[in-house]
C-alpha cells in the first residue's frame, strides 16, 4: 500500500495496533470525517467504517442516559461480532478512535492501551466543529 502523505497521524495507530489480536484502527470526527487510519487499512474502507462509527458513537452517547444520570459522559462502546470486536472510544472534543480486533484479543490489555493512546495524544486527536464559511469564530 503506498503511504498517503494526508495520513500524517496514521503511525500513531499503528502503534496502538502492535498488539496481539488487533486488526484495524481509525481516527475520525464526530461527523463521520476520516482523520485518520491505520496502515492495515485502505483509504476508501477506512472511510466507509468512519462513517458507520460515526453513526455508532452518536447512538452511544445519546444512550448514556441509561445508566442513571442525564449527565453522564460517554468513554467507550465495545461492540461484539462473530469473529472479534470494534472498540470505539471518546479520543478528544469531537473526535473519536475506532480499532476492530479478532476474537482473541486480550479485551482489558485493549481498552488500556486505548485510553493510554488517547491520553497521550491529547490535542493531538480533537476535531473542533467546523465553521461555515462566513460564520463569527
Avoid at 13 to 39: E, F, N, V
Avoid at 112 to 131: D, I, W, Y
Wanted: aromatic content about 6%; proline content about 6%.
Amino acid at each position: 500500500m503506498t503511504k498517503d502523505p494526508n495520513n500524517r497521524l496514521g503511525w500513531m495507530l499503528d502503534d496502538a495496533l502492535k498488539m496481539p489480536g488487533t486488526r484495524h484502527a481509525i481516527l475520525l470526527s464526530a461527523d463521520g470525517l476520516l482523520m485518520a487510519y491505520s496502515d492495515r487499512i485502505g483509504r476508501d474502507d477506512a472511510e466507509r467504517h468512519a462513517a458507520g462509527m460515526s453513526g455508532l458513537q452518536s447512538l452511544a452517547r445519546n444512550s448514556a442516559e441509561f445508566c442513571g444520570d442525564p449527565h453522564t459522559t460517554w468513554r467507550q462502546t465495545v461492540s461484539e461480532f462473530d469473529g472479534g470486536y470494534v472498540f470505539l472510544v471518546a479520543a478528544g472534543p469531537g473526535a473519536y478512535l475506532a480499532v476492530s480486533t479478532t476474537e482473541n484479543v486480550d479485551m482489558e490489555a485493549i481498552s488500556f492501551r486505548l485510553q493510554e493512546l488517547v491520553q497521550r495524544l491529547g490535542k493531538e486527536l480533537s476535531a473542533p466543529p467546523r465553521q461555515t464559511p462566513g460564520t463569527p469564530l
